[in-house]
């Protein structure tokens, strides 16, 4: 793992700018800094603490919390940009759309709690995310909010994850849909009336999960308040055992949709209904499982969730590759297999105690702001040995944020 810190460093870095709403940087809000000539596609802004209100984003930034903190805004509208990471954000919403490289969530939260007018001690949430039109996206250590509904105060329920046209790999993450708050009488101003939608929502597009968790919003109406509705859209889903998916009402089902192509191991779902078109193995499939941030100077660990004695390359990269088939049958590599990268030998432990690696990242500033992608590689083995030429597989790309 020593030459981990060379791969980040072989990154080509941007220019560095302050936010800071007391006055103590270079631009006291996120919009005076996107709209300075000085501030170059490229660069990143990194934010501390405050409330910025809407964000509308045009140029190719990077917007990151200052290291333990977090910045606040209500919508943050992204459009026609050529690569994005945004960390650190908690908003009410998010919608992203054309961006033409590598979009990347960390530690993002998205749905803020609020109040109605006529009762402020109803327990509303206000949310929304949306992603169209992106050809690669990474979502990890994020947690996900739809929009709850108060009939009649507050009836516009909404999806907390909406997805079309894209093509998005989620890990560690934790999606909530929208609650109708009439259910089980959660308040008395409420009165259970529409449908929930489900939590997410995917629509052509090709979705890998390692260890998301999902949960419909409560719902009155049998078929409503799904986990994942999916359409014209392949599925890949992994967990280690302990992942749920669930639906909102107790005759809906936590997946539904006509879907395409999927498979589904480790996640547990309730009601245990499953498609027809979505696949479960008898063996538990392979996946990664480490933090979201890595801290400069600190320990990191990387978990590898695999049978007992099954033999893997983990791999490590700083420089991401737009839809990049690396040996067809194997499946999509998530980074550049020409830049620089890191690998080492991992046996798998089995599923109740995964297999760890911890190393420690040197106190570099040119490492912060650094996103470094995930996989395994796990080759054909039979007898007498595994082949690692062969056309083995890949599991689904997780990331981590350098602060």
Request: aromatic letters at 6%; one cysteine or more.
């Amino acid at each position: 793992m020593a030459i981990l810190p060379i791969v980040l460093l072989a990154c080509s870095l941007g220019s560095d700018w302050l936010v800071d709403p007391a006055g103590g940087g270079d631009f006291t809000s996120i919009q005076a800094a996107i709209a300075s000539s000085a501030v170059q596609p490229g660069d990143r802004l990194w934010i501390a603490p405050g409330e910025y209100g809407l964000i509308p984003l045009a140029k190719t930034l990077d917007l990151l919390a200052l290291p333990g903190q977090r910045f606040h805004a209500d919508l943050v509208l992204v459009k026609g940009v050529a690569g994005l990471t945004i960390q650190g954000l908690t908003a009410r919403y998010l919608l992203i759309e054309d961006v033409q490289g590598r979009l990347e969530l960390l530690d993002v939260e998205v749905g803020r709690d609020g109040v109605i007018p006529g009762d402020p001690l109803v327990p509303m949430v206000y949310g929304k995310t949306s992603i169209s039109a992106c050809p690669e996206v990474v979502i990890a250590g994020c947690l996900l909010r739809g929009t709850r509904q108060c009939y009649p105060e507050a009836s516009s329920p909404s999806t907390a994850l909406l997805l079309s046209t894209s093509r998005v790999a989620i890990s560690a993450t934790t999606i909530l849909g929208p609650d109708d708050l009439g259910v089980n009488a959660v308040s008395a101003t409420c009165n259970a009336h529409y449908p929930s939608p489900p939590a997410v929502s995917a629509w052509n597009t090709q979705l890998s999960l390692s260890e998301v968790s999902i949960r419909g919003g409560l719902s009155s109406w049998a078929g409503s308040g799904a986990a994942l509705w999916i359409d014209g859209s392949s599925l890949d889903a992994r967990g280690s055992g302990v992942e749920l998916w669930s639906a909102g009402h107790p005759q809906s089902v936590a997946i539904t949709g006509p879907g395409t192509t999927g498979v589904l191991s480790g996640i547990q779902l309730s009601p245990p209904v499953q498609p027809a078109w979505l696949s479960s193995p008898t063996e538990l499939l392979p996946l990664l499982s480490a933090p979201a941030l890595a801290d400069a100077g600190g320990s990191y660990t990387i978990e590898l969730w695999a049978l007992p004695g099954e033999p893997a390359a983990v791999l490590l990269s700083a420089f991401p590759a737009l839809d990049l088939q690396f040996l067809a049958p194997i499946g999509p590599l998530w980074f550049d297999p020409l830049a620089p990268f890191a690998a080492y030998l991992e046996l798998g432990a089995g599923f109740v105690q995964p297999a760890a690696r911890t190393f420690t990242l040197p106190s570099a500033p040119a490492l912060l702001g650094s996103v470094i992608t995930l996989q395994a590689f796990l080759p054909p083995c039979g007898t007498p040995a595994c082949s690692w030429g062969g056309q083995g597989s890949l599991t689904p790309p997780i990331a981590a944020l350098v602060h």
